[in-house]
């Protein structure tokens, strides 16, 4: 890094010095992938001997456990329920050392995808550790393999902290963590995104894809993009392709069109910070006029050098079509690894990979085959795992959670230096058998992007609902499409898609063949659908960071949602 | 869609016709825009309202979130059959208040 730092922009300042702290990080990271055992089996002794004196350390003998041998024969397996009492006491008495030592002074609300949020403890030691991998490790890996390029130039943020971050009875806070950390450093937001104060912490009626995506568009410098999750990054990139005629006519005169929606106080401020840029709208105009058969990013944005966000598991649909319809191979994508509200258990280790790194010193890690049904005496540590094997990935933290299924399978795709590399694949819940033909949500969704890549048409998002009211039970898919060729018919794309699933899963392909299971039946959904389904939940509430993709129907709300919002349905008559 | 829109003191009545869809969402948003400022109530009538889509149903939800912001509120009445069936499967009768 030979730059000369006073003549970086304020945002570019603050790139170095976030690349610099993550070299060190990384140059760590990449010592422990060396011999993981060794730095993971490190970790849990000293989690055990911290905790020795809490009322669970003290149950399951933490005190003289001197070997992961004997930690897997002390101490059990657990779930979220076998800690809810002592969650209880904790949140509701301001019990302490209960289950943890360290000190706790946040509660991740979880999403809630399975049923009610829970309220899951993390220490200042768990977000010590999240910091140090996601606001410093991703910066040195960028530094390692994009050199210096992205450095001076803003990024365009789309994250948005909508939700509440409330309080509990103990006086820990309670809600999403990111929302909680984005607070503390808010003033400096504008400094380092594009996206204004306004767009992210919005008041409930501002329409926040126009303002991430005109004062994205006024920056012709941006060098990355970064969302929770892929599918908003999509999500924007088409709402430019259908409004870039409002958006390019806006900057150029500096104005905001009245037919956009924000309070007249969010107007006022907003218009305070704009000015016609009639040159940047000349450039943009005749990017747009040229159609959009070609990826248009990389001409918006010509220094855009990498997009971030989680793009693997559910959300690799979106990360595969933005690159293959929108931003071309020349900008990278950075595919977060595995992180949830009990810790951060994997980290990318290279851009445009779906697999990504576990960290030694992050969490102490079991694996549980997928086949061994609930024999724990297969469980094995990261050191054993085999690569090509899936496995339910379980932990142990430094927020209280010991030998604790995290209900998420995992699939071992290879190794960086020493250490396993692993994939997202499902919500084990999540998992579909009516018959007994256990389809994952992989299957399901292969199933539907191979019958739109071989029909021609966009899928915008689809789910499944185990229609099991049909005889013989059988799947009913609800798509979203767009830009349905004219000469494709629905029937045609119901066929498609039996077809596939079958071959996605066989099981489920035989069963339909012998009448066990009934023909696939589709429904076809109202255009924005699914961006009302994402509305309508963060108005209920959830954070935006938090809403995942609804893959299965598993609840009546859900389940009355799609129904009511189906445009027309194809099915096999007898 | 025919939108027609009273606006007394603190209280606006919006009376819609036709179709809330993809293609007349906009012009309704549009339309009461600046109007929500400050206002108190907000009543949609939708006698002759035929039906409404997922592009309608955001658009309510604009609306329903802008009244709560101004701790205002925002009552739709005479909704037929066929869009209070839509209401209910979308849970949309548990987040606004609607009058037979």
Redesign the interface.
Known sequence: MSLDLEKLSPAGQGNYQKAVQGKTVLENLNKMTKDPMKYNTELLMHILEDNKCTEYGKKCDFANIHSVEEFQKKVPVSMYDDYSEYIWRMTEESEENLICAYPINHYNKSSGTMGNPKRLPMSDNSIEISNRYLTKYIYGLLEEKLGDTWFDGRSMSLTESAAHVGSLKCGASYGALSVKLSLQYRDYLPMFFTSPDEAAYPEPDTNTRYLHARFGLMDKNITSAGASFFSFFLELIRYIEKNWEILVNDIETGTIDPSIKMSSDVRKSLLAKIEPQPERAKELREIFEQGFDEPFVPKVWPNMRYIMGVGTGGFKTYAEKISEKYTGDSIKQLRMGLTASEGLFSVPYDLDRDDAVLVPDSVFYEFLPLDAGEDFSQIVTMDKLEVGKDYEILITNCSGFYRYRMRDAIHVAGKYNDTPTIEFLFRIDQNVSIMGEKTTEVALRVAAENTAKELGFDLIDFSMYPDLDASPVRYLYFMEIDNLPSDVRPKEIRYVLEQNLAAANPSMGDKVKRGICGATKLNILEPDTYMLYRDLMLSKGVASGQLKPVRVINNEMQRKFFFGLTDYSVEVVK | MKIDMKKEDGKLLVELEGRLD?NTS?EL??TL??CL?NAESLVFDFEKLRYI???G??SL??????M???KGSMVIRNANDLIM??F????FCD?LTIEK
């Open positions: 993809t906009p948003e549009s825009g600046e400022e889509s997922s592009s149903l955001r939800l604009v609306f329903q979130k802008k709560n912001s101004q069936e839509i209910e499967a979308t849970g987040i």
